[in-house]
T-cell receptor, first 116, second 109 residues
Framework: GAVVSQHPSRVICKSGTSVKIECRSL??????MFWYRQFPKQSLMLMAT?????????EQGVEKDKFLINHASLTLSTLTVTSAHPEDSSFYIC????????????FGPGTRLTVT | QKEVEQDPGPLSVPEGAIVSLNCTYS??????FMWYRQYSRKGPELLMY????GNKEDGRFTAQVDKSSKYISLFIRDSQPSDSATYLC?????????FGSGTKLNVKP
């Protein structure tokens, strides 16, 4: 299967600061990447769909100015949580879809963000 | 009504048992069906991917899709303690994915 990496795996930051999370597809080019948020014991909540070279499409209720997504290359998408607050503490997971293949979506290992 | 319904469990079985995990869905336009396994504090791992109705087998895992009933299943034969995880079903329509809430499985040695 395809490999997707995320960095960092864990981050602790102070309230009011910004945090950047990177998502990379290691052995394929991903024109589309997805960013999810997962609360404990809950399923994945799609935050946004990131397309290379264009603006991300955000899901309803997700603040685009707070969660900045950049997909500058076919192997890298970044999520920046701006002016983080404790309620932003969560598990953030990215995924990538292999172009021209059906429904397969490969996930990164996730990033646990804790805002103090 | 949610697009995808999945029993959250937890489901507890003895080692060696056959496990059946299920999801129902409401949108007949879903074309692709997937099962993911997620260990605690890890990203989901793709287990099975199917396109059409019928069965697909991979080792101890069998995925079954019944489009007429809008029902998908994942069977795990000879379950092992290492299978203990949360299993997510997922479906795709065009470029949008829909996930079930996940079923937590515990296989007791």
């Amino acid at each position: 299967g395809a490999v997707v990496s995320q960095h960092p795996s864990r981050v602790i930051c102070k309230s009011g600061t910004s945090v950047k999370i990177e998502c990379r597809s290691l052995d394929f080019q991903a024109t589309t990447m997805f960013w999810y948020r997962q609360f404990p014991k809950q399923s994945l909540m799609l935050m946004a769909t990131s397309n290379e070279g264009s603006k991300a499409t955000y899901e309803q209720g997700v603040e685009k100015d707070k969660f900045l997504i950049n997909h500058a290359s076919l192997t890298l998408s970044t999520l920046t949580v701006t002016s983080a607050h404790p309620e932003d503490s969560s598990f953030y997971i990215c995924s990538a879809k292999i172009p021209d293949r059906g429904g397969e979506q490969y996930f990164g290992p996730g990033t646990r963000l804790t805002v103090t | 009504q949610k697009e995808v319904e999945q029993d959250p469990g937890p489901l507890s079985v003895p080692e060696g048992a056959i496990v059946s995990l299920n999801c129902t869905y409401s949108n007949s336009a879903f074309q692709y069906f997937m099962w993911y396994r997620q260990y605690s504090r890890k990203g989901p791992e793709l287990l099975m991917y199917t396109y059409s109705s019928g069965n697909k087998e991979d080792g101890r895992f069998t995925a079954q899709v019944d489009k007429s009933s809008k029902y998908i299943s994942l069977f795990i034969r000879d379950s092992q303690p290492s299978d203990s995880a949360t299993y997510l079903c997922a479906m795709r329509n065009f470029n949008k994915f829909y996930f079930g809430s996940g079923t937590k499985l515990n296989v007791k040695p």
